[in-house]
């Protein structure tokens, strides 16, 4: 099945913001009418990306931009919500991560949203709390009663991050500078995922073979569990995975619409 993304990362004005949400709004709807009663892990679903519906989704103007965002994200969970869909916020920069992890905890503690287990996050394996970030979301789901769909990818924004840390002189990087610590890291967060699926439904987005097969051990009996790959990616790979005799595991596919 898959995760639709309607690309829409960094709008510069408010014009931009509304016609991205008027695009997510419209993204929801047909996928929600496909879903046909779906259960919904195994439903498509829709990703979005906060940036593209507020222009200063930033720290410094969260006063102004964070009511705005979460009544235009609480607009899309309903009708998500309404049609047993998964709803994910992508990850973004590193910069953005506390006031993603701050609009996200007022979402799932929204009375309009209770009992609906479609609410997702996608967390960065290169980022140095990405562990930390896990271990709140499953705290979060035992205060507020959910199980999060979440989606474990490396990391998107490396050479943004490591410039930036430049640019301003930091002592350290956000993330890690080495990809066998981002592998290492991964392992780590895929491993506490799955020893947590009373909170989590784990989304284990990955093109790397050794990936694929230390989690498919990991996981053992249990197989609560999907992974991702990008639409054009990896196919020959998941061929194996999701008809082989081997693994046998879905396959969710991230596809950019736009």
Request: net charge positive; charged share 25%.
């Amino acid at each position: 099945c898959f995760s639709f993304d309607m690309l829409g990362e960094s709008a510069m004005t408010a014009g931009d913001a509304e016609r991205y949400q008027a695009a997510y709004v419209k993204a929801v709807e047909t996928v929600g009418k496909s879903a046909k009663g779906t259960e919904i892990f195994a439903a498509p679903s829709v990703s979005v990306k906060l940036s593209a519906l507020h222009p200063r989704y930033e720290e410094k103007t969260k006063a102004q931009c964070l009511p705005i965002l979460k009544q235009r994200i609480i607009d899309l969970a309903v009708l998500a919500k309404n049609s047993n869909i998964g709803l994910t916020i992508d990850a973004e920069e590193v910069a953005r991560l506390d006031i993603s992890l701050e609009l996200f905890a007022e979402l799932a503690s929204t009375p309009e949203l209770k009992g609906w287990n479609g609410l997702g996050l996608a967390v960065q394996a290169y980022g140095r709390r990405a562990k930390p970030v896990l271990e709140w979301l499953a705290g979060l789901a035992k205060e507020t009663g959910r199980v999060f769909p979440v989606r474990l990818v490396k990391g998107a924004y490396w050479d943004t991050e490591i410039k930036r840390a430049q640019e301003a002189g930091l002592a350290s990087f956000p993330v890690f500078t080495r990809k066998v610590s981002t592998d290492v890291s991964y392992l780590a967060c895929a491993r506490f995922m799955l020893s947590r699926r009373d909170a989590f439904f784990p989304q284990f987005a990955t093109h790397n073979a050794q990936t694929v097969a230390a989690i498919s051990v990991m996981a053992g009996d249990d197989r609560r569990f999907e992974f991702q790959r990008l639409h054009g990616m990896a196919q020959s790979l998941y061929e194996q995975v999701v008809k082989g005799e081997l693994i046998n595991q879905p396959c969710r596919i991230y596809a950019p619409v736009g």
